[in-house]
T-cell receptor, first 113, second 108 residues
Framework: KAGVTQTPRYLIKTRGQQVTLSCSPI?????VSWYQQTPGQGLQFLFE???????NKGNFPGRFSGRQFSNSRSEMNVSTLELGDSALYLC????????????FGPGTRLTVL | GIQVEQSPPDLILQEGANSTLRCNFS?????LQWFHQNPWGQLINLFY???GTKQNGRLSATTVATERYSLLYISSSQTTDSGVYFC??????????FGAGTILRVKS
């Protein structure tokens, strides 16, 4: 079974721009979660999607948004980029339940200049 | 919300040595996972262990749910074990709450 894939792997943007990151979960997994990792704040939960619906949201500003498609693939979007948005963005997939193993993709490293 | 504390924050070992990493959490959990983050940033699943004991090769883990802690044991460490080890627990729904991690350096 193929693992979780994320594209692109690396991205460089400038302040004020917007960015879209993509995540394809493991086949058969319907839940996709997004996390941000920075040296200062560690790993923080952004949001989770299940069956095209946002089921849970972390404490991030409205500039961070996401969506999920009928094939379970998910995208997250960050608008009006700030320097502090530079981070590793990780996506995780699981079947559905909160008691299930989550599998992570390789991440997208975003640098905002 | 639930709090997760990992110790030690930093660990340097000689190749071949054993180590124990600890994860304390502040509330009961239905999900606890241990991850190893490789140098490229990917989180590799080590164990899904909300309770009990599991072993996988040189690695084993024990979670004592009633006392709200989990331990990750690494035996006969190798340089390839270097990296950051994270403990994560469920914070409601499918949200994982991560500890700050333990940075492990294994020297040859």
């Amino acid at each position: 079974k193929a693992g979780v894939t994320q594209t692109p792997r690396y991205l460089i943007k400038t302040r004020g721009q917007q960015v879209t990151l993509s995540c394809s979960p493991i086949s058969g997994h319907r839940s996709v979660s997004w996390y941000q990792q920075t040296p200062g704040q560690g790993l923080q939960f952004l949001f989770e999607y299940f069956s095209e619906t946002q089921r849970n949201k972390g404490n991030f500003p409205g500039r961070f948004s996401g969506r999920q498609f009928s094939n379970s693939r998910s995208e997250m979007n960050v608008s009006t980029l700030e320097l502090g948005d530079s981070a590793l963005y990780l996506c995780a997939s699981s079947t559905a339940s909160g008691t299930d193993t989550q599998y992570f993709g390789p991440g997208t490293r975003l640098t905002v200049l | 919300g639930i709090q997760v504390e990992q110790s030690p924050p930093d660990l340097i070992l000689q190749e071949g040595a054993n180590s124990t990493l600890r994860c304390n959490f502040s509330d009961s959990v239905n999900n606890l996972q241990w991850f190893h983050q490789n140098p490229w940033g990917q989180l590799i699943n080590l164990f899904y262990i909300p309770s009990g004991t599991k072993q996988n090769g040189r690695l084993s883990a024990t979670t004592v749910a009633t006392e709200r802690y989990s331990l990750l044991y690494i035996s006969s460490s190798q340089t390839t074990d270097s990296g950051v080890y994270f403990c994560a627990v469920d914070g409601g729904g499918n949200k994982l709450v991560f500890g700050a991690g333990t940075i492990l350096r294994v020297k040859s």
